[in-house]
Every structure is written in C-alpha cells, then in structure tokens.
C-alpha cells in the first residue's frame, strides 16, 4: 500500500508545493547547496576584512592625534583616547560610550581572548571607537572624495584614460524609524565609468583594486591633465553619470531589492493572517460557548466570556496592525543616487619612460593565467579567468572534491594562490598633498 502511495505522488510538484510555502528554504538539493557555498566563498572574498579596518583604523586615529601601540601581534593598546573622539561618541553614539583607554583592540574575532593574555576589545563596524573616528576623518576630509584623484591601471592595454564616479544609492519603504524617517532596507555602493567614445558603463565589485597612486617620478597631474587625450573631461560627465546611475544602475538595484521583499511579504502576510485567524475564530468560539455556560448557571473560574471576547478582539487588533505593517513595508521606493566622487583612470600607455609597451604587458599575464589554468586542470582543479570582472582576484579555481573555491592573483605578472589576508592594500585614508587636491571633479 505505502509502495503504491509512493508511485503516484508527483515529487517535483510535491517539492514545489512544499518551497511555495516555505517562508524560509531548509530543505536544500546538492546543486542548490554548491551554488551557495561558492556564492558565500566569493562574498567572504569581498567582504570587508579585518586588515582593512585595521589599516583605516590606525592610520585615521594617528592622524587625529591619537597613538595605539602594539603589544601582541594584531593586539594593540590605546592609553588614552582623544577628547575629540569622545566628544564626537556623545553626539553620534547610540550604544556604549567610549572608554578612557583601551587596555587592548584587536580587529579578528579569534584574537580577543587569546589564553593568558588580556581581554581586547574587538573593534569592527558599530564599535562606538570605530565610529567615531570614522566620522571625524569624514568630516575633515570628505571634500577630497570630491576634489577626485588620479589613479594608474598598469594593466590596461588602451590608450584612452577614463573617469570613475562612485556613487551611493538608497531604497526606503514606507514603514518608519523612531526618528520618524522612513526605512531604509538596502544601501550600496555603485561604480559608473565613462570613456573618451561617450560610453558609459556599469563596474562591479570594486575596481580600485586593480589601481594604483601615481609614482614620483610619472608625469604630473597637471601634466596629465593638459594632454589631448584629456580633453573630453569636462563639468557636465557628473551629470553623465547621474543620469546613466538613474536609467540603469537604479532599476536594477530596485528591481533585485523589490523581488526578495514583495516574495517575502507576500508569504509572510498569509502565514500571519492563517495563525491570526484560527486564533480568533478559536477565541470567538471559546467566547460563545463560555456565555451560554454562564447563562446556564455554569460559570467558570479561570475564564469567562467578557475575557475570552478580550483576547479575539486584540488577536483581531493584532492582526490589523501586522497587515498595515506589511503594507506600509511592501512601499518600496528608491532614493536619488548620490554621486560621493570620482577619480581620473590614468593608464599605463598614457606615461613615458616604461620599459614594456601595455600590450606587451597584457600578453605575457595573459599567457601566465593560461599555464596557471593547465596546471590547475592537471591537477584536477576547475579554473575560470576572472581577471577582466575586476573581482580583486584573476582567478578562481574550483576542488570538484570538496567544492572549494581558491582565489588567485597575479604577483609580478605570474597568479599565485592567494589569501584573504594577503590583498591588504595601502591605507585608504585620503591625503592631504596637492597631488590629491589639484584636480577637482568640479571643475570637469
């Protein structure tokens, strides 16, 4: 009997039945499973690691006056924090104050209670530390994010610079906070590039990566700046960009957001008003049948009517105010974008004096990534190029055993395995000099 039950349910619609209600999925196949571990391996791979918090954060509190010194590798003391850090904790500050002093910080999880060492404080985002001194270093150097840079992509086999332009964009919905703004339930930050042609462009995941500062000895920005080649930057390429964030770059991001949130919404509101209902149909129930007991001389001593109509009429209220709550959350609505800066792409054909043409360059790291990739193959590994995405890493090599992905990135033109910790980049602190300064976005 329960083989001939078996035989006749269809398990594919069985399975679809099942995730259609599911308002979260548990239940996973293998495919499903690999796909997300490779996503949640590239997303690690992305994230913001500890080495860059701690680069920012020692480099900003030093030039805000402050000093941390190492005691254990990875493990500093603060003696004394600053009276402006802690001025700008009790303006901003929502949680904890900031301490006089730190006896240790250390930016790794595993790191802050090591055995036999003292307890560190982990500094990460939301520590009111952090904070703090992110806010400050905001307030004194943001105009710099606007007064742009340039940056060299030494890798790049054009001939043409371009313009960056990295922006901020914001989706609220109609549900608000205690300060009675509305919500915002997604922030990201967006890449857009323009060309000398007029193309406009959408880049991913941070495309910094590949740059790097302008050495001494290169031509100077004002140099750069009067080449024919730059002619085309002008004022009106920050509009350019708005207006191709607006049309492209918006929707999309709208679009990713609006599809997860009406999904969810949309589940969650019949699983509310499924438990919702029952309870007060239960309680309505429960209420007549206490009433008839009580005009039949039965009363009860644990309830009566007048307490079980008290609890159908709030489940009731209840559920009104969940469904509003819903509604107001299922108003979703994008932001303006907000262009933050930009930064001039200077590349390797526009500077002088370099021992091998960009092209040159380009071939031999493309056939360094091609032996790198046999060998992968050889060895039974599953490797992809990634080197024109921009991802931080150029390749990506796959153990069809385990399903791991490693991460790859060239080193003196040849990719080499690399860890998470080894991308650490010089500090992000802007500078001060005119290097920096002297070329305003304002003025494109």
């Given at each position: 009997m329960n083989r001939i039950i078996i035989d006749t349910i269809d398990r594919s619609q069985l399975q679809e039945l099942l995730e259609e209600?599911?308002?979260?999925?548990?239940?996973?196949?293998?495919?499903?499973?690999?796909?997300?571990?490779?996503?949640?391996?590239?997303?690690?791979?992305?994230?913001?690691?500890?080495h860059y918090i701690e680069s920012f954060f020692l480099e900003a509190f030093k030039r805000l006056g402050?000093?941390?010194k190492q005691r254990e590798p990875r493990r500093y003391e603060i003696t004394h924090v600053l009276a402006p850090v802690r001025n700008r904790d009790r303006l901003i500050g929502i949680g904890e104050p900031i301490l006089p002093r730190y006896e240790r910080i250390t930016f790794e999880k595993p790191l802050v209670a090591p055995q036999g060492q003292p307890l560190a404080a982990f500094v990460c985002p939301g520590h009111p530390l952090l904070d703090a001194v992110i806010d400050l270093t905001l307030e004194r150097h943001r105009d710099l994010l606007k007064r742009g840079t340039v940056l060299v992509h030494e890798r790049d086999e054009g001939t043409q610079p371009r313009v960056l332009f990295y922006l901020e964009h914001a989706i609220q919905d109609a549900s608000l906070t205690r300060s009675g703004e509305r919500r915002t339930i997604s922030r990201q930050m967006h890449y857009v590039e323009l060309c000398a042609d007029g193309t406009?462009?959408?880049?991913?995941?941070?495309?910094?990566?590949?740059?790097r500062p302008l050495k001494e000895e290169k031509p100077s920005i004002e140099t750069l700046r009067d080449r024919p080649d730059c002619v085309w930057i002008s004022?009106?390429?920050?509009?350019?960009?708005?207006?191709?964030?607006?049309?492209h770059v918006v929707p999309g991001h709208l679009a990713e957001v609006r599809e997860k949130k009406l999904a969810l919404i949309t589940k969650t509101e019949a699983a509310v008003k499924e438990r919702l209902t029952k309870e007060i149909t239960y309680w309505d129930h429960r209420a007549e049948q206490l009433k008839l007991e009580e005009q039949a001389g039965k009363s009860n001593a644990r309830l009566n009517s007048q307490e079980a109509r008290k609890r159908a009429d709030l489940l009731q209220a209840r559920l009104q105010k969940r469904l509003e709550e819903l509604k107001l959350e299922g108003q979703i609505s994008p932001l303006p974008p907000v262009i933050l800066g930009g930064l001039l792409v200077?590349?390797?054909?526009?500077?002088p004096r370099i021992a091998?043409?960009?092209?040159?360059?380009?071939?031999?790291?493309?056939?360094a990534r091609a032996a790198v990739m046999e060998n992968e193959r050889r060895l039974g590994f599953e490797p992809v190029d990634r080197e024109t995405e921009r991802l931080g890493y150029d390749i990506e090599s796959r153990d069809p055993a385990t399903g791991k992905l490693r991460f790859m990135r060239s080193r003196g033109g040849f990719p080499v395995p690399t860890p998470l910790r080894s991308l650490k980049t010089k500090s992000c602190i802007p500078s001060t000099s005119p290097k920096i300064s002297s070329w305003p976005l304002s003025s494109f």
């Open positions: 209600h599911a308002l979260v999925h548990e239940a996973m196949d293998t495919s499903r499973v690999r796909r997300i571990r490779g996503d949640m391996e590239r997303a690690e791979a992305r994230r913001l690691q500890p402050g000093i941390a406009l462009r959408q880049v991913h995941y941070a495309p910094y990566l590949d740059f004022r009106d390429l920050e509009q350019q960009a708005l207006r191709h964030a607006v049309t200077a590349i390797q054909g526009l500077q091998a043409s960009p092209a040159d360059t380009q071939a031999s790291a493309a056939k």
